[in-house]
């Protein structure tokens, strides 16, 4: 895997007109975090299986607390699926395993029980459904989410974007420069090939998992080319 360095690097060496000064380092790692997670965002709204993770939630303490997805298990840029992986005491309508609907608040009548709610990256159960007592309650979720990288702090930070798409930060990474140096020309031709770039990424995450099976409902992956920049 790369480095923040190494997609700077790249940047780079698209011109010998390019200058990495005209631009403080921090700002630099700040847009490689930015268009990483750029990329990863895409990837949970085409495809989150493309990027797709499971992991334990953390233990619920008492029964009528949440859970903090994004301290655990932390870096979510999409919720799949919620699974009942632990249970403290003894529920007789809810066994390990059991999948807890996602529901919209405005809206709980579209899930069947037991469900559960997202605000702001906390998971909240809907009512009791997820409790039956202060003794007996469900303490642990199994979540299958759609990953987002950290925000990178330091040029040897390690980037999780595989390589063969490491494109999708040094081209935009590298128009920031071309601008920075007045060669708009330079640019033009930078978001062409950043275009082609996003093109084959979203043909990759709409052909990943081809062969999977999915209802009727499934949306296919999204053709959308944001901006470069």
Known sequence: MATVQNAIDRAVERSNLNDPTLIA?????????????????????????????????AIRQTYGGTWDLNATPGG???????????????????AVGDEVSLVDIRHPEHGMT???????????????????????YVSTLKVWYSHLPPKRTA??????????????????????????????EEATVLDAEYQLHFATF?????????????SLEAIPASSHKPSST
């Open 114 to 136: 037991p469900r559960a709610y997202l605000r702001n990256r906390v998971l909240h159960p809907y009512n009791s459904e997820l409790s039956s007592s202060a003794a007996n």
């Open 76 to 94: 979510i840029a999409a919720v799949s699926r919620v699974e009942v992986e632990g249970i403290q005491g003894t529920l007789t309508s809810i």
């Open 25 to 57: 380092t921090d700002e630099l790692i700040a847009y490689v975090s930015l268009y990483e997670q750029n990329a990863y965002l895409a990837a949970a709204r085409g495809n989150p299986n493309y990027f797709g993770r499971e992991a334990s939630s």
């Open 202 to 214: 979203i043909l990759a995450l709409s052909v990943y998992d081809e062969g999977t099976i999915r």
């Open 155 to 184: 040029t040897t930070d390690t980037l999780d974007l595989p390589d063969e798409h490491l494109g999708l930060v040094s081209l935009p990474l590298a128009k920031i420069l071309a601008v920075r140096d007045q060669r708009p």
